[in-house]
């Protein structure tokens, strides 16, 4: 049989090309400006880049992260089987927390959690409806910036959480659900076992969105002076008038957060694809 | 084995079955044939509790299923005794419904694993032996996504039989399959059949009916319209409403 190669020329395309040479030169410029301008300092950037507050900041930006996106998963995955259970009660419960969380914006909330002193002056554990207290603190003692900021985004980030849950959960086939029952599964081994695993699929994706913006939203504690690296860049620049120069510290550090977030997600999710017809 | 008195099932103002009575003996294969909507899987379905019924009593092995008699009054049973009512009562669904995130093996592990706590190693060998018995003992690291339809059924059979049960209930087991793969899974039940399980079979496939069926049973709109000997009703149906309906999947 004869070969019949196929070596086509491929059509000109005018307009791409143009389109190409325009973003290139956008590119160009702005790679002359930055380098040229001298009002970023870039070695003021430079400086500070590895300074101990910043790395501090730094420190303290991954652990807000951390804890409130552990604890919110946690909450929400809590919320999202509330919701779903038979009890209207519990539904109800949930859905009040996930509509008013998710209803106000999360800058008032954190401002909330950091004066709730004034609606609660002293915080302890006993029996609630005026019975005695057992032990008992302070309400300024005991939530400090980093406490409210903590329980501000995780009770947040639960709500959240709730929703991507439950559209998880929602999204396994309910014969599933009957396989496992038929074998004589108990409900909680059906989550656990069956449901969970496969919500995994649709629930890591927003997960992962949510961890990355995370890192990000960590920066409105500044309002109440969380100690994280906006914080701690603007009190370096309310010194050295080096504003611009320290957002773009600031900015360098959330973007090497973020990426690095973004690469562990991406084995996260091939992790969780198992099973599934490549 | 098998005990089905005066069932009774509605969906809201849907009456689906409309006191449907049938016994099956131990190792008996009673086929159950009939229109869509006739109300045959919402029969079987209420067999191992996946529906509840609204009158009627259901017998399996002596026990009554979904509830407990206490003087004269009726108790629903807890989940957990639910679930052990449910682990002697296999059920192989249309869809195989197998677990997509776990190997045939693994499947067929699940059960005696997380319901019986039964080791990794014996666990294991019994689902190697029921692979091997349904023909898959090459597959049994296949995920369900990698397994032709047949293949997956035959899995999902060999992950019921896993838990012992003392019934085996197929819904329309081979409706979902190509017209080549069915005969692999009809083999499977036909061997299943002459080891003595006791099955109840809703099903189209009026051969499997006839070769391994004990009994058969025509269901239309919620009541038994005609039962007997799978030849005799097959051949001689003496029901208006039973020819018409053998008339158009013969």
């Not at chain 2, 319901?115 to 003992?137: D, H």
Request: charged share 20%.
């Amino acid at each position: 049989m004869t070969e019949l190669p196929v070596n086509a020329v491929a059509p000109r395309r005018p307009g791409r090309m143009v389109a190409g040479a325009a973003a290139g030169l956008v590119l160009i410029w702005l790679a002359y400006t930055i380098t040229v301008n001298e009002n970023l300092h870039w070695d003021v950037v430079v400086e500070y880049l590895f300074d101990g507050r910043v790395l501090g900041g730094l420190g303290v930006t991954i652990a807000l992260t951390l804890l409130s996106m552990v604890l919110g998963v946690a909450l929400g995955v809590l919320a999202a089987v509330m919701q779903l259970s038979d009890s209207p009660v519990l539904r109800g419960a949930a859905g009040l927390y996930t509509w008013f969380f998710r209803g106000t914006p999360l800058l008032v909330q954190l401002i909330f959690w950091f004066n709730i002193g004034l609606v609660f002056p002293v915080i302890g554990v006993g029996i609630p409806f005026g019975g005695p207290m057992f032990v008992e603190w302070q309400a300024n003692t005991l939530v400090t910036p980093f406490v409210a900021a903590a329980l501000g985004l995780t009770i947040n980030e639960g709500a959240y959480m709730a929703e991507i849950v439950r559209a998880g959960i929602r999204s396994v086939d309910p014969g599933q659900r009957e396989a496992a029952e038929a074998l004589g599964m108990s409900h909680r081994q059906i989550l656990r076992r069956v449901v969970l695993p496969q919500a995994m699929r649709v629930i890591i994706p927003p997960t992962g969105n949510q961890f990355v913006s995370m890192l990000k939203t960590t920066s409105m504690v500044s309002v109440i002076a969380g100690a994280e690296l906006l914080t701690v860049a603007q009190r370096i620049y309310l010194g050295n008038f080096e504003v611009i120069a320290l957002l773009i510290v600031a900015s360098m550090w959330y973007l090497v957060l973020t990426s690095v977030a973004s690469v562990g997600q991406h084995f996260l999710e091939k992790r969780f694809a198992r099973g599934e017809r490549s | 084995m098998v005990r089905i008195q005066s069932v009774r099932k509605r969906y809201g103002s849907l009456e689906v079955l409309k006191g449907v009575s049938l016994d099956v003996p131990e190792g008996g294969v009673v086929c159950v044939v009939g229109p869509s909507g006739s109300g045959k899987s919402t029969l079987l379905r209420c067999v191992n509790r996946l529906e509840t019924i609204d009158s009627g009593r259901i017998w399996v092995d002596g026990r009554l299923i979904g509830f407990r008699e206490h003087g004269d009054r009726l108790h629903l049973l807890r989940p957990d005794e639910l679930c052990e009512q449910r682990q002697k009562i296999g059920m192989v669904f249309q869809r195989f419904h197998l677990f997509p995130h776990m190997t045939a093996l693994q499947n067929v592990m699940e059960g005696p694993r997380t319901v019986l706590r039964a080791s990794r190693a014996a666990a294991a060998r019994q689902a190697g032996e029921l692979l091997e018995r349904v023909g898959l003992a090459d597959r049994a690291h296949h995920y369900p996504a990698q397994l032709s339809g047949g293949q997956q059924q035959r899995v999902a059979i060999a992950r019921s039989l896993a838990m012992n049960p003392k019934v085996m209930l197929f819904d329309e087991p081979t409706s979902a399959l190509d017209p080549e793969l069915v005969q692999e899974v009809l083999a499977v039940m036909r061997d299943l059949a002459a080891s003595g399980m006791t099955m109840i079979v809703v099903t189209h496939e009026m051969g499997f009916a006839r070769e391994a069926g004990d009994h058969l049973v025509f269901i239309d709109d919620g009541v038994i319209v005609e039962e007997g000997p799978p030849r005799e009703v097959l051949s001689r149906p003496r029901h208006e409403r039973t020819r018409a309906f053998l008339g158009q999947v013969l």
